[in-house]
């Protein structure tokens, strides 16, 4: 199989929720076009997206809801639960841990570390955080598969290095800061400022629109 | 000019990051291929992707790295001040507020509300949280840009009519929930849960793969 880019992995992830939605509307049959309206993509984009992973639809007929729900579910992971552990209990931590919807979907964080004594012992989220210290012979008995690096960005390659050592297979990384870790370990960064900075450009005009009001 | 998609401006913004990050290394010029192999995708995209906005580098020359970074700058709006408002001042409020990148870009969260009496009044991130009832007035005075919605998901819609009566020209929300704004509101959605699927979908072995694995 080649190499599946995130852009489209995302949008799996949209139309994993469309599909969703519109199951529980009860439609039992989308046709690529009405998914591709939905998530603002082309159908032909829907259709090459899916063909990597198989044959979903029919030709004329769409595709079948529920099966493609299902279908997507597993492309993506989500039809089993991964074990979250969150380093640094400040407030990207401490938000993680208060947002439920991803138990809902399989991510249950089941530890949460941090390096701040006022900090360790604390109970956030339901856990109780841990010292840092103790994370790399946690990782031996507790079998982590994710860790979220929710530190400040200069600790961020300690931490980094400590969940590698911890054992985990992917590493979700919210410090704004390039990390180096070894290639059998996924590595997604989330860059807050990204977003903000699809809204600047869209409310920025472009040079043909400043010229022609500049003309009006 | 035709519609720009998302995903191109989010690959301005990576090229924008490793233009930066080249020209404080003292690089001059760029090649699409080098600039394409720092972002992970092809020189023809970063071709096509940067065509839509002019013409900026020169056949077996490259680009120059200070001239494109700055066009890049303007493209996305970061040669300006944004007046960002957040609304809700829980764990994904205070991360933004306590985030120094986001003035850094030009982003400048200029005021916070919440609705909590236990909040109004608290010092958050170097700004002191107003009553969330005050939001419309406030707007007709401060000239708010973006609106940042950081309240649970059950208030999201009345918070996002809430900023737009306050004037914002675009909302970025972090709710996990589907919004309805005006066609004249940009409207961003931040899901952390797409970020974890798109590790959950690295971990998960495709069919062909398991099927390999279980023939082995």
Known sequence: MPRI???TV?????????????EA????VISSQRLAEREGTT???VRKDLSHFGSFGRRGLGYDVAHLCREIRAILGLDRRW???VVGAGNIGSALLAYRGFAAQGFEVVAVFDNDPRRIGEAVGGLQVRDVA?????????SFDIGVIA???HAAQAVADLLVSAGVSAILNFAPRKLIVPARVALRNVDLTMAFENLSFALTPTRGQ????AQD
């Open 5 to 7: 880019s995130e852009s």
């Open 10 to 22: 995302r949008r799996l992830s949209h139309y994993y929720r469309a599909l969703v939605e519109v």
């Open 25 to 28: 509307e009860g439609t039992d």
């Open 43 to 45: 159908p032909a984009q």
């Open 83 to 85: 074990r979250v552990v």
């Open 134 to 142: 103790e994370l790399g012979a946690a990782g031996a008995s507790d």
């Open 151 to 153: 530190a400040p960005h």
């Open 210 to 213: 400043r010229r022609r009001r």
